[in-house]
């Protein structure tokens, strides 16, 4: 499991390799976990822009998996372009900022997957949005979805049901 401290201390050696300026959007546990929603995470995931994907990816070590989204399309959801305005900025440092995804994202990005880990994950994330900003914005992301938009409607009906 990887913790909070961790995962910023193993960032600011990234960051050291780096030469240009980036935006780094924790998405999912990572993002919960730099919010301080959850203790730690199993994995990194990590949403960045296209053009910095190669940058990133050369200075990587094995300490952790990572997974890299590009461009807000998360898992199988495009996020609106407004996400990493959206996002919390967590640190800045010399070539990274690093942000977490909104906690209105996290639910939607979760909801298209929805298994046990991901309802977990939402029950604590629920105290910390407003659902009718969270029905909004899963009107935008749905037309978006790439696969079954049926399903994923049933998913975010669940998610409604059991935590609102």
Partial sequence: MI?????????????????????IVSVGGTAMTLLGLKSSTI????CINSKDKGNFEKVLDNKFKVDIFID???????????????????IK???IILK??????????????????DEEDIQTL?????KEELIK???????TY????DEYKRKFDVVLRRFF
Avoid at 72 to 88: A, N, R, T, V
Avoid at 126 to 130: F, G, L, N, Q
Avoid at 137 to 143: D, P, Q, S, T
């Fill in 93 to 95: 440092m010399e070539n």
């Fill in 72 to 90: 807000g399309f998360i898992f199988s959801e495009q996020l609106p372009k407004d996400y990493i305005e959206k996002s919390k900025e967590i």
């Fill in 3 to 23: 913790e909070k401290n961790d995962l910023l201390n193993w960032l600011e050696e990234i960051d050291k390799k780096l030469k240009n300026e980036m935006i």
């Fill in 137 to 143: 914005r899963f009107n935008k992301v749905i037309k």
């Fill in 43 to 46: 994995n990194i995931d990590f």
């Fill in 100 to 117: 977490a995804l909104n906690p209105i994202d996290i639910i939607i990005t979760k909801t298209s997957r929805l298994n046990a880990r």
């Fill in 146 to 149: 790439s696969g079954s938009e």
């Fill in 126 to 130: 629920v105290k910390h949005v407003d």
